[in-house]
Structure formats: structure tokens, C-alpha cells
């Protein structure tokens, strides 16, 4: 039932996304980050779905007349090195006829990175891409909280096989990022229902984010609560609910989940966190043999361990740490782009708040703003632990934020200009740091 479901979904939606391409990028969200269809037992599960959705969004961006253009921001232009300086590291790579599948799969997921760039344009846009990256994690949130719940946290929550966030460290951290996009919908939303119903998803995934029993999830949920009290405007009341509700799941969880949280305490002593030191060494070691462009997508290989690995009698193991993934596989270099980008992309959020901030018809610019830039420290702290450089979720609140900014920037200016005497709304065209010179659009689809 599952298999002809989404089939008909996509199937479906083909007909509107030649007639608008967003609607093509939220449907390559949906399928690429929920991956429901490979969740089944039938045909469904080897169906190029995102294949065909990328496809046909390819031949509507090339036949729309809507605006196309690729917002020239420091997000997109140093994304836009970080991707050159990738294929670079491949020619250089170690063996580069072994890492076909991996370079394919990244180089997909940067294309339709830059599409969506090119392609959310509106507020609605915007709100919609939020609704779908929501939904589409908010599932196995829901879904592991509740399972969480009716186990008493006795079992490992897990993600949805052959995925980014199959793991369960990885699934957690997926669901922390989603809690504060959740917190903006709940935001937004004008109905009651609405909010409450987020409210109990948020709570449920932060219950799975304990189910998974994951350690490095435990810090970021830390981090990332902290840090969401201190952006939002409504702290006494999230404040009230964390009084409420964190001890609850601290103190519902086995002896054994606080076992394995008390070995943060005696990280010396844990053979996983070792192995993970020596990863980081490995790739820290490969890095200054190679300075320049590292090994490559895929470096944790034997031989290559053997190599620059500190202690050469453990398994090979991935970079389990973003920072350390892209050091090992791209150099120094491709670490650098990869921090500035992180920089970037916060230094845009900050120049939304600012200019937003007591505007009555900008609050949720100020609020999605506010809301990324938590989920990214979500991701900048948990991520530290885990091998996600190339999780797609990041990249699309990027083009959120890019897309909120250039919109944002754009009525501002032309507002601005409004005001002075002789001059129309239409001469504010000639204007804009980042946008293309265009008048705005309301998008009506």
C-alpha cells in the first residue's frame, strides 16, 4: 500500500512541478530527506524517484518563464568553491576509480542545492520548504518518540535504512536540528490546533533524540536548547516547558541510557571514543601529507590507516566528525571553505535579525532566521562527532536563509526608496547587493 502510494504521489506531482519548478524542489526535499518509498516491501523500494523528480524539475527550469537566477550571496559563491575545490580533491584522490558512487551522490545533492537557490524565491516558497524538511524528519520523531515512550527508552531508537540518518547518532541529530524549525512553524501558525500539535511532535523527538542513546546527541540537545532559550522571544514559556518536561525524560530513561551517558565523564576510558581520536588523527595525519587537497571522498581504507593512522592495530573507521571528514577527504583547504561557509551563512542570519527585528510585516524573517541559525549550532555541535558533511539538510536551510535575505534586502530597499519624493518602486530595481535586478514577484502558486 506504501509502494503505490508514494508512486502516485510522485507521479502526481509531475504534472504540476512543468508548471511550477519549486514545486520540484520540495518534492526532491520530500523524497530525499524522508525517503519513504525505500521504508517498503514492494516495487517502490528501487523506483528512481529522485532521479525522475530531478529530471523533470531540470526541463521545467529550463522552459519556465519565472525568475531563474542563481542569487550571487557569499552562501552560494563559497558553496560554489567548496564544490569545485571537492572535484579537485578527486582528481587528486587517492583512488579516484574507486569513489565514483560517492562523488556522484554528493555532486546530485550540490546540483539540486544550486537549484533550490535558483528556485525559492517568495515568503511562501520559503515557509513551504520549511513545512516539507519538517515534516519529512518530524516523521521518525514522532514515530521513535513514540516508541520511545511505550518502551520506556529500553531499545535503541533507529533511523530509516540506507539513509543519511540510518544510524541512530545520526537520526538524533537530525531530529535536534528539526526541533527548532518545528518551533518556528508553531511560531507562524495562526491555528491552535496547529500549535499544540507541534508542540507534542517537538516533545516526541526530543523524547527519540534520548531513545537513541546517543552521547554526542545528548551535548547537542544541550547546546542547542541553550541556545534556542536565548534567541527566542518567548522565554518564560520555553523555559516552563523544559522545567517540565526535561527532567520527565531524563529520569524515564533505563539505567542502562544513563550508563552510557555517564561515560562522557570517562571518555578515556571508552573504547568507541578512542577509535574515534584515532580517526581524527588518521585523516589530521593524512591532511599534512596532503595539505593542499587531502585524499578524497572515501579515505577510511585499510592501507590508508596502516598509513596515518596513530594507532594502526584499530579498525578503520569514518571521520566521525564533519570538521574531521572534510579535512581528511578535501586538505585544509576544503576545511577552510567548509568553516567559512558555516561563517557565511551565520553572519546572514545576523544581518536578517538586525534589520528585522522591529519590523511588524518582517517577524518571520526575524523568527526563521533566529530558528536556523539554532538548528546549525544543532548541527555544528552534534556534528562534531558524526561523518554528515554531506547531509542535504543543512544545504536547503541554507538556501532558506539565502532566500530570506535576498527577499528581505529587496523590499526593504524598494520601500525605502517609496518613500522619497520622486522616486517610484520601480526605480529600486537598479539596487540590491545580492539580488538579481528584478522587481518582485508575488507568487501566487
Known amino acids: 500500500m506504501r509502494d503505490i502510494l508514494v508512486t502516485l504521489i510522485v507521479a ?3 504534472p504540476f512541478i512543468l508548471k511550477r519548478p519549486y514545486i520540484g524542489v520540495l518534492m526532491w526535499v520530500w523524497i530525499s530527506v524522508m525517503n519513504l518509498h525505500t521504508q517498503g516491501w514492494g516495487f517502490a523500494r528501487t523506483l528512481p524517484f529522485a532521479a525522475v523528480i530531478a529530471g523533470v ?12 537566477n542563481l542569487p550571487l550571496t557569499p552562501i552560494t559563491m563559497v558553496l560554489a568553491a567548496f564544490v569545485i575545490w571537492m572535484n579537485v580533491s578527486t582528481v587528486f584522490a587517492f583512488y579516484p ?41 518530524g516523521f521518525y520523531g514522532v514515530k521513535g518518540g513514540l516508541f520511545t515512550v511505550k518502551g520506556g527508552g529500553e531499545n535503541m531508537v533507529w533511523g530509516p535504512v540506507g539513509t543519511f540518518i540510518e544510524g541512530n547518532n ?11 524549525l518545528m518551533h518556528y512553524l508553531q511560531i507562524i501558525s495562526r491555528k491552535i490546533w496547529v500549535r499544540h500539535a507541534l508542540s507534542v511532535a517537538m516533545l516526541l523527538c526530543a523524547a527519540s533524540a534520548f531513545g537513541s542513546h546517543s552521547r554526542g546527541a545528548l551535548v547537542a540537545i544541550v547546546c542547542m536548547g541553550a541556545f534556542l532559550w ?19 525524560l531524563v529520569l524515564s530513561m533505563p539505567e542502562k541510557w544513563a550508563e552510557r551517558m555517564d561515560t562522557i565523564n ?9 577509535g574515534r581520536f584515532n580517526a581524527w588523527g588518521m585523516a589530521y595525519n593524512l591532511a599534512l601529507d596532503r595539505p593542499l587537497t587531502g585524499g578524497g571522498f572515501e579515505v577510511a581504507t585499510p592501507d590508508l590507516f596502516l598509513r596515518y593512522a596513530p594507532d594502526i592495530t584499530d579498525v578503520p573507521r569514518a571521520a566521525h566528525s564533519i570538521y574531521f571528514q572534510a579535512l581528511g577527504e578535501h586538505g585544509f583547504v576544503g576545511l577552510g571553505l567548509y568553516l567559512l561557509l558555516g561563517l557565511v551563512t551565520w553572519q546572514t542570519g545576523t544581518w536578517i535579525t538586525r534589520r528585522t527585528k522591529h519590523l511588524e510585516d518582517y517577524k518571520w524573517a526575524y523568527n526563521l532566521a533566529t530558528m536556523v541559525q539554532v538548528s546549525l549550532i544543532g548541527f555544528a555541535t552534534g556534528g562534531a562527532f558524526l561523518s ?19 527577499l528581505v534586502e529587496r523590499e526593504l530597499k524598494e520601500k525605502k526608496l517609496s518613500d522619497v519624493p520622486g522616486k517610484g518602486r520601480g526605480t529600486s530595481q537598479q539596487f540590491g547587493q545580492f539580488s538579481p535586478a528584478q522587481p518582485i514577484r508575488r507568487d501566487s502558486g
Open 230 to 248: 536565548l534567541k527566542s522571544r518567548q522565554r518564560f514559556r520555553l523555559g516552563l516547558l523544559m522545567i517540565l518536561t526535561v527532567p520527565v
Open 57 to 68: 524539475t531540470m526541463l521545467s527550469l529550463l522552459f519556465t518563464k519565472d525568475s531563474k
Open 266 to 274: 570517562s571518555y578515556e576510558e571508552d573504547g568507541s571514543v578512542r
Open 12 to 14: 502526481g506531482s509531475l
Open 388 to 406: 554528515l558533511l554531506y547531509f542535504d539538510v543543512p544545504y536547503y536551510l541554507m538556501a532558506a536563509m539565502v532566500a530570506t535575505r535576498v
Open 97 to 137: 576509480e574507486d569513489i565514483y558512487d560517492q562523488w556522484n551522490k554528493v555532486m546530485k545533492i550540490m546540483l539540486m542545492t544550486f537549484v533550490t537557490f535558483m528556485l525559492i524565491k517568495t515568503k511562501q516558497h520559503i515557509q513551504l520548504l520549511i513545512w516539507v524538511t519538517v515534516i519529512s524528519l
Open 170 to 180: 545520526e537520526l538524533a541529530l537530525a531530529l535536534i536540528m528539526t526541533i527548532p
